[in-house]
């Protein structure tokens, strides 16, 4: 059993920037490989990025990429989500979640389905 626990969300400006971190309970962290995703009011989730369990492979929406930035540290027991230029339909609440596999292909990493556990989700809003 894994607990995941998010935060760093919070009101910003367009154009500014806020990390998100998801910290997990248990033992076994470093064999799970690790998504993030965003869902917005009446929209359905989607996802955001997903890393490896050592940080080799590393997949982003196009949505997010040259933007957002996925990093682990398994010595802490935490996966960051860096986002920069944010823009007003970044607005979401975003989940971290863990999938028992060492490495996702691109396309089962996309998938809500591939996940075990999930954080509650912290929310990102983002002004114009």
């Known amino acids: 059993q894994v607990q995941l626990v998010e935060s760093g969300g919070g009101l910003v400006q367009a154009g500014g920037s806020l990390r998100l971190s998801c910290a997990a309970s248990g033992r076994t962290f470093s064999s799970y490989a690790m998504g993030w995703f965003r869902q917005a009011p009446g929209k359905e989730r989607e996802f955001v990025g997903s890393?490896?369990?050592?940080?080799?492979?590393?997949y982003y929406a196009g949505s997010v990429r040259g933007r957002f930035t996925i990093s682990r540290d398994n010595a802490k027991n935490t996966v960051y989500l860096q986002m920069d230029t944010l823009k007003p339909e970044d607005t979401a609440v975003y989940y971290c979640?863990?999938?028992?596999?060492?490495?996702?292909?691109?396309?089962?990493?996309?998938?809500?389905?591939?996940?075990?556990?999930w954080g509650q989700g912290t929310q990102v809003t983002v002004s114009s």
């Open positions: 979640a863990a999938a028992n596999q060492a490495i996702l292909p691109y396309l089962l990493s996309t998938a809500t389905t591939s996940y075990d556990y």
């Open positions: 890393i490896s369990t050592s940080g080799g492979v590393i």
